[in-house]
């Protein structure tokens, strides 16, 4: 498992060059967000991602799977879920294991069948699912993937992930009073020493943004 963990933390490296880098993009709107929107949104993927899944998975990370490597995990899983497919946490894992070897398109099926084996409530599959789409293709954010999480928020409304994926979404469409909204709910989850240093760092930073494009007039007054 601590294979699995190390690799886990190389892949938020390229979580954040998915998110972030097109958020530095230049978009013709006037909703769009700033530079330092983008950097920030990358450094809540580079330390949230593990430390969520870490913290809050429903996998238990204490209990070895006997394997050495993740290529060997998936293939104990595959097996165990051919015995047994309605195994939820398998599908689940099953579809972290992919997102950690790069297997996107595999891992989006993976989390589906989660989804579809939880009778369609499971918010962690629909997140999965989002996340792997989002590898696959930044623009998902604003489409299936968007969609996704924001289904996934319906079914439980306090979920990390959720909120997580949900805020850095909502970065990206340039809606920061719903970003903000979002990371103060994760926040009061009392996450992770780390991720709760950087998601105040966040929500700072927004109420920055958000006071500059819409400065109080009465500041300006003699």
Not at 12 to 35: G, N
Not at 61 to 70: M, Y
Not at 89 to 94: P, S, Y
Not at 193 to 215: F, N, W, Y
């Amino acid at each position: 498992m601590i294979v699995f963990i190390i690799l886990a933390a190389a892949l938020a490296a390229i979580c954040v060059a998915v998110i972030a880098v097109p958020l530095l993009k230049p978009v013709p709107s006037k909703t769009a967000s700033a530079p330092w929107s983008a950097v920030a949104a990358g450094a809540v993927l580079a330390v949230g991602s593990v430390g969520l899944y870490a913290a809050w998975s429903n996998w238990s990370w204490h209990k070895s799977p006997g394997v050495a490597s993740p290529e060997g995990m998936v293939e104990k899983l595959v097996h165990e879920l051919n015995d047994h497919p309605d195994n939820v946490n398998g599908w689940l894992m099953l579809g972290h294991s992919y997102v950690v070897l790069q297997e996107y398109p595999l891992a989006a099926r993976a989390y589906r069948r989660a989804d579809s084996a939880a009778g369609g409530r499971s918010a962690e599959a629909l997140v999965g699912e989002a996340e792997a789409l989002t590898l696959m293709d930044d623009s998902e954010l604003n489409g299936e993937a968007g969609r996704l999480i924001e289904r996934a928020l319906a079914i439980d409304p306090t979920s990390p992930q959720a909120l997580f994926f949900g805020a850095a979404a909502a970065m990206r469409r340039g809606e920061l009073p719903l970003a903000r909204t979002r990371f103060t709910k994760l926040l009061a989850l009392d996450p992770p020493a780390r991720v709760k240093t950087i998601l105040q760092e966040e929500i700072s930073g927004i109420d920055r943004q958000m006071a500059a494009a819409h400065p109080d007039p009465a500041a300006k007054k003699p």
